[in-house]
């Protein structure tokens, strides 16, 4: 394996050069163990890593901490020393969940992704506003957006299409595509996104044939589920799947928790963007922190009634503000974590295992806890 089978490319070179000077060797980061990162090397091996100080200390969010995906310079320890992330190389794509305003309210799914593949249907599925959610969340990143309309057998040939059309007129520089897993229909096209050094996540909806897909595609060479029980670099086991995973083809392709979760989530920018009429009426509430359901003087509850705003829009708007605001609680809990540490202690010593894992699982409560 060569640093170009990982996604390596001129400018991370480029920006490599003073590490090199220093010794430090680059390294991409394919798995978040929590406490430690796993990291692949140019050679193949991978090391269990954990974050030098410096990094944590600079990074004023914990976006700007490494995540899965990135390309980092590694100080190699001796036999008993440790391996430390020296400095982060900037970031070419970032997937993330970002709340409007605030960059310190920007959660990094997972970095350096060039493709990502929307999974749906022309069944139950398919979801305009959802995928819509799909395409600003590619959008922000900037990795190119593929959409598989996939399932083809199940449905006419006419409905996939004017399903593909749906897409097209949703996002026209989404490259789209009509699948079948089961017939293996429509697949050399996606297997052509998989390339040397070419990172390739999929998501989609549960049950929309993601598995089957990559099973299918890559199947010879490649167990969706990852490779488990491998020891690391340390001689520790660890029972989490890889991130990324290297294909001996060419192409990396991108499974952790975060981007199963993506479905999950909303964009609070994209959600109020299509809410700015009653975002509107809501400045007419009498009672500033006024919830739309109970409260006195409600603008938007007296637009329902005098038929001003359909009751399926306001309701549609309640169930989106409260995911708002669930969000919100999260990211103010983070902040108010930060600062109290920082108050109390400083920034803690990353060394400090436990401790960091307490404060992981403060700042990332959207993670998936794993064995
Ligand atoms: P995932 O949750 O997105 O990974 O979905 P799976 O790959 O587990 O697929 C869910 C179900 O749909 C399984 O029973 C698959 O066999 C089936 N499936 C996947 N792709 C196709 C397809 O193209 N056509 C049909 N008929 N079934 C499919
Ligand atoms: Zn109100």
């Known amino acids: 394996m060569t640093l170009e089978d990982l996604g390596w490319n001129e400018v991370f070179e480029r920006e490599f050069a003073p590490f090199d000077q220093k010794g430090w060797k680059p390294a991409r980061l394919i798995r978040d163990n929590r406490i430690t990162y796993g990291a692949l090397l140019g050679d193949g091996e ?38 430390v992330i020296r400095a982060r190389l900037a970031r070419q794509t970032c997937l993330s969940r970002k709340a409007a305003g605030h960059s310190a309210e920007e959660q990094v799914i997972v970095a350096n992704v060039n493709i990502v593949i929307v999974v749906t249907e022309a069944g139950a599925d398919f979801n305009p506003r959802r995928l819509e959610r799909y395409f600003a969340l590619i959008g922000r990143s900037g990795a190119r957006a593929v959409v598989l309309v996939n399932k083809t057998d199940l449905f006419p040939d006419s409905k996939n299409k004017e399903v593909a059309e749906v897409i097209r007129s949703l996002n026209p520089q989404a490259e789209i595509h009509l699948t079948s897993a089961e017939k293996n229909r429509g697949l050399k096209a996606v297997k052509a996104y998989f390339q040397k050094g070419v990172s390739v996540a999929f998501v989609g909806s549960s049950g929309v044939g993601k598995s089957a897909l990559v099973n299918q595609l890559l199947g010879d060479e490649y167990q969706w589920t990852g490779d488990v029980n491998e020891v690391t670099g340390k001689g520790r086991h660890t029972t989490s799947a890889r991130e990324l995973m290297v294909l001996r083809k060419g192409g990396i392709v991108v499974d952790n928790p975060g981007i199963k979760e993506v479905q999950m989530w909303t964009d609070e920018t994209t959600l109020r963007e299509r809410f700015l009429d009653i975002e509107a009426l809501a400045g007419q509430c009498k009672f500033f922190d006024c919830k739309h359901t109970s409260d006195a003087g409600c603008a938007i509850r007296s637009a329902v009634s005098s038929g001003g705003l359909k009751a399926e829009r306001y309701a549609g708007f309640l169930k989106l503000d409260e995911e708002i605001q669930k969000l919100k609680g999260r990211c103010k809990k983070r902040q108010m974590t930060i600062e109290r540490r920082s108050k109390r202690e400083g920034r803690s010593n990353v060394r400090n295992h436990s401790d960091r894992l307490e404060l992981e699982q403060e700042l990332r409560p959207w993670r998936t806890r794993r064995i």
Do not use: I, S
Not at 51 to 61: C, I, L, S
């Open 46 to 83: 991978e090391r269990e890593v954990v974050m030098g100080g410096k990094v944590y200390h600079d990074a004023q969010t914990d976006a700007e901490l490494p995540a899965v995906g990135d390309w980092v310079a590694l100080e190699l320890g001796g036999e008993d020393d440790e391996t």
